[in-house]
């Protein structure tokens, strides 16, 4: 059965930081693009940034610089550090793998605020 669990979200000021970690299992994880996504309330599900399976990385315009993802094949783990965030970051964050199958997780909640 596949299975794709965040944690690591909350409410964090801004400037704050926060590390969302994404839990697979029941499929090839190294085999797979791992990506993030958002949804903020009211808005269409946008992608943050993605990681190849060869390493590879890209980002949304709007977190170069202050988001990197990064992923553990031994742990079946990807994982986005978010630093100096905005009121702007807040959102649902979502895990998303994309390979022979195409996988999304149910989110987690990052809000930004004073």
């Known amino acids: 059965q596949v299975q794709l669990v965040e944690s690591g979200g909350g409410l964090v000021q801004p400037g704050g930081s926060l590390r969302l970690s994404c839990a697979a299992s029941?499929?090839?994880?190294?085999?797979?693009?791992m990506s993030w996504y958002r949804q903020a309330l009211g808005k269409e599900r946008e992608l943050v940034a993605v990681?190849?399976?060869?390493?590879?990385?890209n980002y949304a315009d709007s977190v170069k610089g202050r988001f990197t993802i990064s992923r553990d094949n031994d742990k079946n783990t990807v994982y986005l550090q978010m630093n100096s965030l905005k009121p702007e970051d807040t959102a649902v964050y979502y895990c998303?793998?994309?390979?022979?199958?195409?996988?999304w997780g149910k989110g987690t909640m990052v809000t930004v605020s004073s």
């Open positions: 998303k793998a994309r390979g022979p199958g195409t996988y």
């Open positions: 029941g499929f090839m994880f190294s085999n797979y693009a």
């Open positions: 990681i190849t399976s060869g390493g590879s990385r």
